[in-house]
């Protein structure tokens, strides 16, 4: 049997037997140390998206910030304390009543980790991915987010340089609602641009 072949059939390990494979032979080969893995591990239990959702409250109720986010979202979000890796390009995309920003990255899963997180599984999903570039209106109706055709949709594509936060329409009749209650309409989903903010509940 050749190697290729003996390749071909072996059963393949579990996806535990393959991290901890992975992570041996990264730390083996001196890439990675158990440190840096538990100072990631630590680092990611910050990076949520209910920090873009407070960037957003705050881009909703203060023009000085909102317009300092729209130039330079890096600098704005680490204003609040949101910096750190995958969050070094950040840029804000506003939706307007006539314009729908949604995000996708096609070669893997990049977010903004500071403000948006880790990506969901539906965001790494292939089909998502391939989709939402080709038919954007209809995969948002799929996910629950049905748009008038008088709104454009505006696919962006995250990659290296460049990770996105779409900043979503304050939704009607939150005039007087706080920073803080304001930011609890906002979901990831609204970060990415596959949802709305919220309504408020009455
Ligand atoms: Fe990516």
Known sequence: MSEETDRNTRPKASIEQRVVATKEALIDAGRITEADLDQFAHMAQDWRPENGAKVVARAWTDPDFRARLLEDATSACAEMGYAG?????????????????????????????????????????????????????????????????????????????????????????????????LANLVSREALIGVALANPPTR
């Open 85 to 181: 890796p995958q969050g070094e390009y950040i840029v804000a995309l506003e939706d307007t009543p006539d314009r729908h920003n949604v995000i996708v990255c096609t070669q893997c899963s990049c977010t903004a980790w500071p403000v948006l997180g880790l990506p969901p599984d539906w965001y790494k999903s292939p089909a998502y991915r391939a989709r939402v570039v080709r038919e954007p209106r209809r995969v948002l109706r799929e996910m629950g987010l049905q748009l008038s055709n008088e709104v454009a949709i505006r696919v962006w594509e995250t990659s290296a340089e460049t990770r996105y936060m779409v900043i979503p329409l304050r939704p009607e009749g939150t005039q007087s609602l706080t920073e803080d209650a």
